[in-house]
């Protein structure tokens, strides 16, 4: 059996094949669903774990028996979410992530990308929610978009504490603003749980140094590491 997945996002859709140890064989990146399927196909892949932000349901493939993410899904942890059919199933897989990566503890998880979320799962495999924040190009764009006079600053432009023009302090303000954001976030949760566990992934999880490195993961692949483990529940 050759299982996959398929994470389709705001902005790309992410696939990736697993190996029999649970492990990423190889992945992709799309911007059509079709192009993600005929090589799904060109694999050879038989099973396979399907989640998309808009939390359609992917048809049917032929030859490959797929799984699509919702609320209503087996999960590995206790879903205490307020409006369970509104949470985005990204924020579903890295939960199921975190539970099955470290059984038994507590785990924060940062996923930065489009929007920056920001998850807790408790101790005792209970999740009661989380929150969203705006991610960098969001930021960015935000700032033009909603003002007379800022230009539309690039992440690049960011400078190590201050920026020395408009456009530069634009992007380290997103940046430095985010990264404190996220060490609040860390300092707030590791008072009341000392042993947590953080993990920064997303796409754009590598512009930001964290402290405390013992005690953070980067890991880029956390929720296709995700979907992996729901597709194992889901199986039938």
Not at 90 to 110: C, H, N, Q, T, Y
Not at 135 to 155: N, Q, S
Not at 222 to 234: A, E, M, Q, T
Request: glycine content about 8%.
């Amino acid at each position: 059996m050759t299982r996959a997945v398929l994470d389709i996002g705001n902005t790309r859709i992410k696939a990736a094949i697993f190996n029999e140890q649970g492990d990423i064989k190889e992945q992709s990146y799309f911007f059509a669903l079709n192009d993600a399927v005929e090589w799904l196909k060109n694999h050879q892949v038989t099973s396979l774990m399907s989640a998309s932000v808009a939390q359609a349901i992917l048809p049917a493939i032929n030859g490959i028996k797929t799984y699509s993410l919702t609320y209503q899904s087996t999960l590995p942890f206790k879903n205490q979410y307020g409006s369970p059919d509104t949470l985005g199933v990204d924020r579903i897989a890295a939960m199921a992530a975190a539970a099955v990566e470290f059984p038994g503890k507590s785990v924060l998880v940062f996923d930065i990308g489009t929007c920056m979320t920001i998850d807790l799962l408790h101790q005792d495999g209970t999740y009661n929610g989380g929150n969203i924040s705006p991610g960098i190009d969001m930021r960015l764009k935000a700032m033009h978009t909603m003002t007379k006079r800022l230009p539309l600053a690039e992440r690049q432009e960011a400078m190590p504490d201050l920026g020395n023009s408009t456009r530069s302090a634009i992007a380290t303000g997103v940046i430095k603003g985010m990264q404190h954001e996220i060490e609040g976030y860390i300092n707030q949760f590791k008072t009341q749980y000392p042993e947590l566990i953080t993990v920064l992934c997303g796409g754009d999880y590598s512009h930001f140094e964290m402290p405390y490195k013992k005690e953070i993961f980067a890991a880029p692949g956390f929720v296709l590491k995700g979907l992996y483990h729901l597709l194992k529940l889901n199986e039938n």
